[in-house]
């Protein structure tokens, strides 16, 4: 195991991996060249890690990168929740 984060590691550092650390110390690794920017959802019980994207999350960028006068040159956002589903922790298992 610990060889496969050494390597993973590498790969982040060299550029081809991007690395996302999220709370808990659960991590996900993904792949840097067909990389398309988006943001992350994670269940808190089960912690199925699910991809989204919205054109709203780049405007409300704009307004704060022009409030700051700042270029904004990236972001990540995590939004940690519950699944509605109960005992999805249980579920993810099967
Ligand atoms: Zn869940």
Do not use: W
């Amino acid at each position: 195991r610990a060889t496969i984060y050494n390597t993973l590691d590498l790969l982040v550092e060299s550029g081809l991996a991007v690395k996302h650390q999220f709370k808990d110390k659960v991590a996900l690794y993904e792949q840097a060249l067909t990389y398309k920017h988006h943001d992350h959802h994670v269940c808190n019980q089960c912690r199925k890690i699910r991809e989204f994207s919205d054109p709203k999350i780049n405007e409300i960028k704009e307004e704060i990168g022009k409030s700051f006068k700042s270029s904004i040159t990236s972001h990540s956002l995590v939004l940690y929740g519950d699944c509605e589903i109960a005992n999805c922790e249980n579920l993810e298992m099967i």
